[in-house]
Every structure is written in C-alpha cells, then in structure tokens.
C-alpha cells in the first residue's frame, strides 16, 4: 500500500485534516503517536523545547506501508517527509496566518519565529523534495479541514497541477521574519 506523507510546518493544519480524512474513511497513522507508542522519543533538547526522535526506527517500524498496491495510507506529522513515502503533501500556511496560530497555542516567541522562518523559506518543502518522490503543496490558510481534504481527495485522483511545488511562496514576507 503506498504511503502518503502528510507534512508541514506546525499549525499548518496536519490534525484536522488528517480528522478529516479518518472521518472519511482513510486510514490515518498519527505520527506523535506512533512514536510515543513504539517508545522511538530520544532525548529532550531544552534550548529548541523538542524533543529528539529516533529517525531510522521511525522509518523501519512503517516500512511495511511504503509502496505497493492498494489504497493509500497516510503519515501525518512535521516529520513525515523524513520517511520512504510514494507522496508528500506539504500543508503550508501564511507566515502572519502561522504565527497566530501558534501564539494561540501558547509557543513562545523564539518558537514562532523559528516555525514561521522555516514556513517562509519553505524548509519541509525542500526536505519532501529531496525524497525524488512526487510533493504537492496546499496552502491552507484561509481553507477549512474539508476543503483541504478535499485537495487532497483531487490529488490522489489525478489533478495535481495547482498543487506542484512553487504554487505558494511567503518569499515576499521573508524581510519581517528575518
């Protein structure tokens, strides 16, 4: 079964989508979740307050899902581009629209920033990229968990045109984040 990598930065709207597509009927595989089930959390690194993760037994404990035939699952988390997928969809989110978001869930200011800098720059973007796998990107600023569902419904049904990398840019807001 292939397995689409469902990535971006954080508060660019990973969750809700993914609810979505659960609700849909998609299998769904929460990557935070994962990890802390398969006991993959390394150590915490205080001064960017994350923590680390075991990347390769990341990779091998979803080896199993990566290609195939069969209909598509889905690894969602900002850390999913760093796996064997067939697909990435990179949501992203305007820098402004960003920082709010994650002001809102109490991130302190240093983690803003460093958040909506790795949005501006398109970080995860270029990350998928590398894969040499297909990458398509949503911009989900001003659209709803539906909608975004819905682009990626488009996406696995072949219209992928308005979604190939380069369709969203934050290049232009890149002076007041830097």
């Not at 079964?1 to 009927?25: C, F, Q």
Request: proline fraction near 4%.
């Amino acid at each position: 079964m292939p397995l689409i990598a469902i990535t971006g930065t954080p508060g660019t709207g990973k969750t809700s989508v993914s609810e979505e597509l659960r609700r849909r009927g998609r299998r769904v595989i929460d990557l935070n979740e994962h990890i802390r089930d398969r006991g993959l959390l390394g150590e915490r690194d205080e001064e960017r307050d994350t923590y680390c993760v075991d990347a390769d037994g990341l990779r091998e404990s979803l080896s199993d899902l990566a290609g195939g035939e069969g209909e598509a699952a889905f690894a969602e988390g900002h850390m999913a581009h760093c796996l064997d997928f067939s697909a990435a969809i990179v949501l992203r989110c305007s820098p402004r629209e960003l920082a709010a978001r994650l002001e809102a869930r109490g991130y302190p200011p240093s983690k803003v920033r460093e958040n909506v800098q790795a949005e501006v720059i398109d970080v995860i973007l270029c990350e998928a990229a590398e894969s040499g796998a297909p990458v398509y990107e949503i911009d989900c600023t001003s659209i709803g968990p539906s909608a975004a569902a819905d682009a990626i419904e488009a996406i696995l049904g072949g219209d992928t045109d308005k979604y190939l990398p380069g369709n969203v840019s934050w290049l232009g807001e890149l002076e007041e984040w830097f």
